[in-house]
């Protein structure tokens, strides 16, 4: 289990350099990193509050909920906005 945990904040992390690093190339200011976790009912809100006062920052939402309501939103809001990438676990 604690490989697994290792693997995943290590596949993390070169995501977020990558998307980091083309933020930058493209003069984007930020990169964002939040968890979808249990009792985010309201996760929309939150991602699109961010969006606001991050307009040209990308975020990475790590999705670690089993709710397929939850999956449902955060696909849709990813589709609407290219600066928002949904990694499931």
């Known amino acids: 289990m604690n490989s697994l945990f290792i693997s995943l904040i290590l ?3 070169v995501i977020f350099i ?31 509050e961010l969006m606001r ?3 040209k920052s990308e975020i990475i939402v790590v ?7 939850t999956h449902t939103v955060l696909e849709k809001l990813e589709q ?4 928002i990438h949904i990694i499931s676990v």
């Not at 690093?21 to 979808?36: P, Q």
């Not at 999705?63 to 309501?69: G, L, P, V």
């Not at 609407?80 to 600066?83: A, I, M, N, V, Y």
């Open 53 to 55: 006062k991050n307009p």
């Open 80 to 83: 609407d906005f290219p600066e």
């Open 11 to 13: 596949v993390l992390t």
């Open 18 to 48: 990558i998307i980091s690093a083309d933020a930058l190339l493209s003069r984007k200011y930020s990169c964002i990193m939040t968890f979808a976790g249990k009792g985010d009912d309201d996760i929309e809100c939150e991602l699109r």
């Open 63 to 69: 999705d670690k909920t089993q709710s397929a309501e």
